[in-house]
């Protein structure tokens, strides 16, 4: 499905198929469904290739960069971090501490890695629908907390929302490369560094880049894990330490992006407040108008 729009369609929820399925089926006679073997849920199976198909295509050599495997025993838990006032600065808002003592490596909440709330596509476009519309609709709310708490992603060829439902979610953006935690994949220079919203450029980031391919049944079996990477300590990390990861990884939309670092940019200048306390000025102060 390398065309956007027929990935659309691939990636219907059941609502959206079954209502293309009354709508281009003719009707019968008695009144019986015409399909026999054929309905939403059939078509949502076929979205998730046979393990088969992924042992074959990870035995490549050299192996896909997408398969991958992980560790449970050496994750460290969530139980093991606490929120509390981000020390990033003034408007940086809540942020993740850890407990206990981290080493350099180590997977960071491997087992709630699949607790996220996804937003695919449909979604997605619906909900901007919405409020082009009717600014102070509802669902509002639900695009503000899609929007700031989550990352953007395009491995299915759309633009779609994870956020994570775990208390990582609170991990804040370290300023000019001081992250502490990061994923295996982020993105990095020709000499190995990581790109920060400091030294950031399209040119710089191209290098590193690389779009899924379009036949990947490793990602297609694995999208619940994927959507929500796992995050490494990058170094050594001590008890008390607050949680900072790299938000440069965050948009996948080359569009968004260079708008999404020079906010980050100003964010770490002092220039401007963190996006969640923007946020959360934006909504008390809608909910004063509606009053």
Not at 18 to 27: G, K, L, S
Not at 40 to 68: A, F, H, L, W
Not at 236 to 263: F, Q
Request: proline share 3%.
């Amino acid at each position: 499905m390398k065309d956007s729009t027929n990935r659309q369609l691939w990636y219907q929820n059941r609502p959206e198929f079954d209502v293309e399925i009354h709508r281009r089926i003719r009707r019968t006679h008695s009144g019986e469904p015409a399909l026999k073997y054929l309905d939403s849920t059939i078509m949502k199976s076929y979205e998730v290739p046979n393990k088969v198909y992924e042992t074959v295509y990870c035995r490549k050599d050299p192996q896909p960069g997408s398969c991958n495997s992980f560790d449970e025993d050496i994750s460290l838990s969530v139980d093991d971090f606490h929120v509390q006032l981000s020390n990033v600065g003034e408007g940086s808002g809540r942020g993740l501490f850890t407990q206990v003592d981290i080493a350099k490596g180590t997977p960071i909440g491997l087992t709630e890695s699949t607790k996220n709330v996804f937003f695919p596509y449909s979604t997605v476009d619906h909900i901007e629908l919405v409020l082009y519309t009717h600014y102070f609709a509802d669902v509002k709310c639900v695009y503000h907390y899609m929007n700031g708490y989550g990352w953007e992603m395009n491995l299915r060829g759309l633009d779609e929302y994870g956020v994570d439902a775990s208390i990582l979610t609170f991990a804040n953006h370290g300023c000019n490369g001081s992250h502490n935690i990061d994923q295996w994949t982020s993105p990095r220079d020709t000499e190995g560094n990581f790109i920060t919203e400091e030294n950031f450029s399209m040119e710089r980031l191209k290098v590193e880049r690389v779009d899924r391919e379009v036949y990947d049944p490793y990602v297609d079996r694995h999208l619940p894990h994927i959507i929500n990477e796992i995050e490494y300590a990058t170094r050594d990390i001590v008890a008390g330490e607050e949680i900072l990861c790299n938000y440069v990884d965050y948009t996948s939309n080359d569009e968004e992006l260079g708008a999404d670092v020079a906010l980050l940019r100003a964010v770490c200048n002092g220039e401007k407040i963190g996006e969640i306390t923007a946020l959360e000025e934006v909504a008390e102060k809608d909910k004063r108008m509606k009053v």
